[in-house]
C-alpha cells in the first residue's frame, strides 16, 4: 500500500473517530434511540479522494473505535453501522462506475447519481438488516416481535436516509474543494 494512502488511512480514521466522541449528535426527534452525528463525513471524503478499499479500511477501523469508544445502546451497534455506511459507499461506487465515462467532467451528475444510489442502497440494505437481527436477544438485536419491528422500519428508513442525504453532498463538496486546493489529491 502506498505511503500516502496509509496517511490518508491514518488522518480520515482519526478524523472520523474524533468525530465520533464530538458532542455533535442528535437524536432523530421521531426516534430518539438513532444518533443523527456528522462522523461518517470523513469516510466519504476519502472514499471519494482514495481508491475505494482505503475508505473500507477506514470504515472497519472507525467500527472498531465504535466497539470500543461508542457502541450506543447495542453492544453490536457497530457492526450496524458498518452495514450502513460499507452499503453507502457501495451504492456510490455503483453509481460512480455507471457514469463515470458518461459524464466524465460533469462532478454535479455524479454526486446527485452517487447520493441516489448510496441513500437507495443503505435504505435498502439497513431494512434488512434491521428485520433480520432486532428480533434477536441482546447482544444482536431487542428481542423485538414482528409488529414491533415492522412500524419501526420506516424510522430506521428515514433516518439512514437523511442522514446519507447530508453525508454524501457534504463529503462531495468537501472533497471538490481539497483536490481544487490541494496538490496532494491530484
Known amino acids: 500500500m502506498e505511503i500516502k494512502n496509509i496517511a490518508a488511512i491514518v488522518i480520515f480514521t482519526a478524523l472520523a473517530v474524533v468525530l465520533n466522541l464530538s458532542p455533535l449528535k442528535f437524536p432523530a426527534p421521531y426516534a430518539p434511540f438513532l444518533i443523527y452525528q456528522i462522523w461518517e463525513i470523513p469516510i466519504v471524503i476519502v472514499f471519494l479522494l482514495y481508491k475505494a478499499r482505503v475508505g473500507v479500511v477506514v470504515a472497519l477501523i472507525n467500527t472498531l473505535a465504535l466497539f470500543i469508544f461508542f457502541p450506543g445502546a447495542l453492544i453490536t451497534g457497530p457492526a450496524y453501522n458498518l452495514a450502513a455506511v460499507l452499503s453507502m459507499l457501495l451504492g456510490m461506487g455503483i453509481a460512480r462506475s455507471l457514469l463515470e465515462g458518461h459524464f466524465p467532467k460533469n462532478e454535479g451528475v455524479l454526486a446527485a447519481a452517487a447520493t441516489g444510489f448510496g441513500i ?51 463529503g462531495y463538496t468537501v472533497a471538490r474543494v481539497l483536490r481544487t486546493n490541494l496538490n496532494v489529491f491530484n
Not at 136 to 159: E, W
Open 120 to 170: 437507495g442502497l443503505r435504505a435498502f440494505v439497513m431494512g434488512l438488516v434491521n428485520y433480520a437481527f432486532l428480533r434477536f436477544p441482546s447482544p444482536v438485536g431487542y428481542s423485538l416481535p414482528d409488529p414491533v419491528i415492522i412500524a419501526y422500519i420506516p424510522l430506521i428508513l428515514m433516518f439512514n436516509v437523511t442522514l446519507a442525504l447530508y453525508t454524501i453532498p457534504l
